[in-house]
């Protein structure tokens, strides 16, 4: 957790935060069974995964091993998606700086989910 300062954790904190409630609002619009309605339920999860880490909580009983592992695909996605799109729009950009911040809490997700992983065994 050291590898982080708390202005970092804090700010990844409130996009994971804003991610699920974007996410949640999202999933409403779509049929409980569909393709989309699936893809937000595993995103709304992995973000949860991510911000019970991020916010340093007691996780070793919450989550098995194999919720981790499914957790970061869909935070791998969202890596992947941001990256592509922060292409499109040119450095300084509201929409740039927005997907920077995005893909930074991603990334220390990712980090920390795997970090729970790999001490777990």
Known sequence: MGKYTIEELEEALRVVSSTISKCEKAQ????????????????IKAMYISKSFIGNENNMNK??????????????????????????????????????????????????????ITKRG
Request: charged content about 25%; overall charge positive.
């Open 28 to 43: 409403q619009k779509f049929t409980e069974g569909t393709s989309q309605h699936t893809l937000l339920k595993n995103r």
């Open 63 to 116: 989550y098995t091993k194999e919720e981790l592992l499914e957790a970061l695909r869909p935070v791998s996605s969202i890596i992947s998606k941001c990256e592509k799109a922060q292409q499109k729009f040119a450095e300084g950009t509201s929409h740039n700086t927005r997907l920077k911040n995005i893909i930074k809490a991603m990334y220390i997700s990712n980090a920390l989910i795997t970090a729970e």
